[in-house]
């Protein structure tokens, strides 16, 4: 094949692309790098492998890789919307996962045999990575990112109820009384 699988290759030179998934030359201004050490590692490395290792874990949809990674990080590092879509579709485009449709209809990605073969070609670098990340997890201040990523919670399951299907004004009373009990409750802690 064509492609070139290696970790640090940089750039997919066939597609002219930048290993995030932009045009070569353009920089990672649309990604949020509160831990720079690690968004710098990843834009020299490359994010495509570790997003591959974390579908070839499990199918995942864009937004639990978000958070994945700021987990892995402590918080140190959050991709936005507009480094990970990019990266699927270039993995999807290699031939590396594929979507599948999990529960309430979400697409989801996994790895695809394909993809898991240019994984452990590339395992070491990966692994690097991942220790990179361990070690930034455990130099946080974990308290601001694990509020963060409850709070996002939040929002994600109310984006998921309403629109799963129209919502009544009895499940919108007890919605509410749901996130009033918990903010009473914090305000208590």
Do not use: C
């Not at 790098?33 to 974390?54: K, P, Q, S, T």
């Not at 990674?69 to 959050?78: H, K, P, V």
């Amino acid at each position: 094949m064509h492609r070139h699988h290696h970790f640090h290759g940089g750039r997919d030179e066939h597609r002219g692309r930048h290993p995030w998934g932009g045009r070569m030359g353009e920089r990672h201004s649309h990604g949020r790098h509160r831990g720079g050490r690690i968004g710098r590692f990843l834009e020299h490395g490359d994010l495509r492998f570790i997003v591959l290792a974390l579908l070839a874990e499990q199918p995942r949809h864009g937004y639990e890789l978000i958070k994945e990674l700021e987990d892995r990080t402590g918080g140190a590092y959050r991709p936005s919307p507009g480094v990970i879509y990019p990266t699927l579709a270039l993995l999807e485009d290699e031939g590396f996962i594929r979507p599948v449709t999990g529960e309430a209809g979400r697409k989801l990605y996994e790895a695809t045999d394909e993809g898991r073969a240019a994984l452990e070609e590339n395992r070491a670098g990966v692994d690097a990575v991942f220790g990179r990340m361990a070690e930034a997890a455990e130099g946080s201040d974990s308290t601001r990112p694990r509020i963060h990523r409850a709070m996002a919670n939040l929002g994600m399951a109310m984006g998921q109820r309403i629109s799963r299907r129209p919502i009544t004004q009895d499940e919108i009373d007890r919605v509410v009384a749901i996130i009033d009990e918990a903010a009473a409750a914090i305000e208590k802690v």
